[in-house]
């Protein structure tokens, strides 16, 4: 095969792949499998390749196989495509079914988790053991204290370097700065 027809059938492959990721090419291919005529003018390159490429695989008597098989690809991955969107739909009503069990057994407690991680793996909330929830709950109160010193860490850095927003200094400059400002006010004040 030709080193430029096979880089020109690659790029056509990606391109197409690509126009394939919407549910809309794919319906449109599946209703109209016919190959279309190219523009004669076209106006930009990419049309220009396509048009080339696809004169040569139909002179080969390959764009028929190349374009059935282009459109297995499609529609295999718009299958797919619905097959997430329904197991997406069935969890969203499984969580929501198990978030109205949880509230019923937990009245009071709405920010509880439905589930909470064990080793590996997730447990339901309600089926944990005394022992695996306090495990639990010890271990988010660590995460929680820490990510609480953060966020205070990170506003009492930012209103260290607050002014000088204005200027386009780096967080480590600014600080910098920042830090050297009160040794000099310090300085002022004592002579």
Known sequence: MDAKLKDALIDKIHIAQD??????AVKALLEDLRVQ???KCAPN???????????KLVDRRLWTPIHEGLA?????????????IDGAEAATKEFSAARERQLALFPGFEALPTRIRSGPGYLNFPET????????????????????????????????????AEQD???????????????????????
Not at 19 to 24: F, G, I, Q, V
Not at 72 to 78: D, E, H, K, R
Not at 171 to 180: E, H, K, L, T
């Open 37 to 39: 005529r190219a523009e």
């Open 169 to 191: 200094f780096s967080v480590a400059q600014a600080f910098a700065r920042a830090s050297a400002e009160p040794a000099k006010l310090s300085l002022v004040q004592a002579k």
């Open 45 to 55: 390159a990419q049309k220009m390749l396509y048009s080339e490429v696809r004169r």
């Open 19 to 24: 126009e394939l990721k919407s549910p809309r």
């Open 129 to 164: 053991t005394v022992s695996q929830f306090l495990a639990y709950e010890s271990k988010y109160q660590a995460r929680a204290t820490r990510d609480n010193r953060t966020a205070e860490e990170l506003h009492r850095l930012a209103e260290t370097v607050r002014p000088f």
């Open 72 to 84: 297995q690809q499609g529609f295999a991955a718009f299958v797919r495509k619905l097959a997430k």
